[in-house]
Structure formats: structure tokens, C-alpha cells
């Protein structure tokens, strides 16, 4: 068999919020983590979207770091490497389990022969999974951990390194600022995420230009309004799709239930019997809310863009390593985000995605 899964952690509870330092003790090459979250639901009512229950993914060799990530940031990258939403439905039913499947690939693709995670390289690779269930979902009473790893089994590989993942800066916006953040320019850059958020609101709304800059504009490979970087990734990558389920919270009342994609999300809303669920506001910013005259039972279809107020800008032929942003060969390379009049404290993260080469 040429390649297996193996576990790294057995399913324990994860009822009480805390960071898991977990070794990843494997011999064999790993092309692949999963991370699983399993939260049984208390309530009808939803808290928040189930990938903030995972607050941070650490892979950590002593002080070296080797991956950072948020679940929502994993969740966005999962996207852009698969072409495809969630692969389970969000649950926000009373005494229902939500599962949260989160996959970090150290390759360009599953099993990528040339660049995969060896722990042999490292002294002690340990994993730090920081989560809280009453984070996300409908108020959990109870939680499960879980994790496996994708390996090279009887194939025999040498990779000539892996695909590192990290939250490189974050900060909160101020209303027409430009911010300019020095990027890394240890390693080769594949891709960069402009992660951004807020309640109600769009993401161009809260971006005006995007700007990338060698040595003091010696060379300016990206210069593009906000909005037009936004609409590159609409079409290149196509809609987010997922599936909800939930029951509508009855007379005289709404309620949000937290989805997926932030921008032009539309969703289709089937009922078990009458009356009519309808929406009472617009859906913008990564929920939707519901109002009925009476307890159903209810499925939404869910289709957007943008998940979880991500943008990508990537750097040449994603499957050719040679195409990427060699910055090693740069001086200075900066990036700068100017925000709107109207932004104020949205959270903004950058993430970065490197090819980080075996010495």
C-alpha cells in the first residue's frame, strides 16, 4: 500500500477549552493533517460559526514555527486548494453534533511527491491545537478531538521540502490608513490571504487599494483596487457552496445563523410544512438571519464568495514551483492595504503560504 492514514490523537473530549500539545512522534513522510472537532449542539439558538471553536493550529519544532493557522483561515485555504466548501453541513439543532474537518496540506495537492512534511527533518515537531466549543455552534454542552495524518507508506519519497502556512501579521483597520507590512523574504512565497471580516458588512467596504511593492517601487508587481481583486478571485475560484440545518426560532422573534462566505452569499431556504420561512435583512457579512410564525425545522443551500473575508493573491502557475515569488532575491518587499472612510477595527489578518525547502 502506498500510502495509509495514520492516527496522531485519538478521539478525547475537548469539552473544557484549552491548548493540546500533541507529538507528532510519525517516521513517515505526511502529505496531509486533519484536524476533526465533533461538538454536540445545547441549543436552537446558533453562537457562532464552528470553525472559530479552533482559535489557532500550531506546528511547532522548539521555537521554530512551522504552521499557524485559525480554523476559519484553515477553512478559507481548504478552498482555494480544493475548489470546494465544507464537507459537512453546519448544524445549529438543539442535541445535534457539528463536525468541524479541517485539512492542512503540506503539498500542492494530496500525496504531492515533491513537497510534503518529513518529521524526520525536525527534532520534535509537536502540534498545539488551541480550541473552545462555546465558541461556535448552537451553545455545545460537549466536544471531541480528533487528528490523523495522510502518509507515505510503502512509496518511497524524498521531498525537497513543504508548503508552510502562517498567520505573518494581523491588525485592526482604521478608517482610511494605509498599512504597509514587510513580508518574509526567507522563503519563496506561493500565495498571500488579505483575511478581513465584520459583522454587516462587505469586504470591499472595508478595502480601497492593494499594493505590492519591491524596493521602494523599483518594481510594483500588484497595484489593483480592492474591489477588482476581489472579482479576480470570484473568477477564478467560482462560488463557495455549503448546507445548513436549523429550526427557525419562532413568533415575534429572529435569529443569525452564521455561515461561510462573506461576499453576494444567496441562500435557498426548504421547510418540513408551512408556514414560510423569510429573511428580514440583507445577507452581508458572513450571516443570514431568519424570522417565522412558528418552530420548523428548516435546510439552506448557501452559495457565496470569499470565505470568511479571504482574498488571494497568488503568485504564478500555483502547480509549478519554479513560477512562484522567489522574494530571497528581493531587498524589500512590502505590502500595503489602504482602507476605506468607512472601516473601523475590522479584524485583518495576512497569511502567508511558502515553499519552505529541507537543508
Known amino acids: ?33 486533519q484536524v476533526k472537532f465533533n ?4 441549543s436552537n439558538t446558533a453562537t457562532g460559526h464552528p470553525a472559530k471553536q479552533i482559535s489557532k493550529v500550531e506546528l511547532v519544532d522548539g521555537s521554530d514555527v512551522l504552521l499557524s493557522l485559525s480554523g476559519q483561515q484553515i477553512e478559507a485555504l481548504m478552498f482555494f486548494k480544493y475548489g470546494v466548501g465544507r464537507n459537512y453541513e453546519i448544524e445549529y439543532r438543539n442535541g445535534v453534533e457539528n463536525r468541524l ?14 513537497l510534503a512534511l518529513d518529521p524526520g ?47 505573518f501579521f494581523s491588525w485592526p483597520l482604521v478608517a482610511n490608513e494605509e498599512k504597509g507590512i514587510d513580508l518574509p523574504t526567507d522563503y519563496p512565497i506561493r500565495k498571500l490571504l488579505i483575511c478581513g471580516y465584520l459583522e454587516d458588512n462587505w469586504w470591499d467596504n472595508l478595502y480601497s487599494h492593494i499594493k505590492l511593492s519591491e ?10 483596487d480592492a474591489y477588482d481583486l476581489m472579482q479576480l478571485a470570484f473568477t477564478k475560484y467560482g462560488p463557495y457552496k455549503e448546507t ?38 440583507e445577507t452581508v457579512g458572513g450571516y443570514f438571519r431568519v424570522e417565522n410564525t412558528a418552530v420548523r425545522a428548516f435546510r439552506a443551500a448557501i452559495a457565496g464568495y470569499i470565505p470568511h473575508g479571504a482574498v488571494p493573491l497568488d503568485f504564478g502557475d500555483q502547480s509549478l514551483i519554479e513560477d512562484w515569488y522567489d522574494v530571497t532575491k528581493k531587498g524589500n518587499v512590502k505590502l500595503k492595504v489602504k482602507s476605506t472612510s468607512g472601516a473601523s477595527a475590522a479584524s485583518t489578518a495576512i497569511v502567508t503560504e511558502q515553499i519552505r525547502k529541507f537543508v
Request: charged share 20%.
Open 121 to 167: 527533518k525536525f527534532k520534535n515537531p509537536q502540534l498545539k491545537i488551541t480550541h473552545n466549543k462555546a465558541l461556535g455552534g448552537s451553545a455545545p454542552s460537549s466536544a471531541t478531538l480528533e487528528i490523523f495524518a495522510d502518509v507515505f507508506d510503502e512509496k518511497k519519497v524524498s521531498p525537497i521540502g513543504f508548503l508552510m502556512q502562517k498567520e
Open 39 to 42: 461538538s454536540t449542539n445545547a
Open 101 to 114: 474537518v479541517l485539512d492542512i496540506l503540506f503539498g500542492r495537492y494530496l500525496y504531492d511527491p515533491i
Open 215 to 224: 524596493d521602494n517601487d523599483k518594481k510594483v508587481p500588484y497595484d489593483i
Open 244 to 281: 445548513m440545518v436549523a429550526y427557525t426560532p419562532g413568533v415575534g422573534s429572529n435569529q443569525r445563523y452564521y455561515i461561510t462566505p462573506v461576499e453576494v452569499p444567496t441562500v435557498s431556504i426548504s421547510t418540513i410544512g408551512s408556514p414560510v420561512v423569510y429573511t428580514d435583512a
Open 1 to 33: 500500500m502506498n500510502h495509509r492514514q495514520a492516527t496522531v490523537y485519538s478521539q478525547a473530549d475537548a469539552t473544557t477549552a484549552k491548548t493540546e500539545p500533541i507529538s507528532l512522534d510519525l517516521s513517515d513522510v505526511v502529505s496531509r493533517l
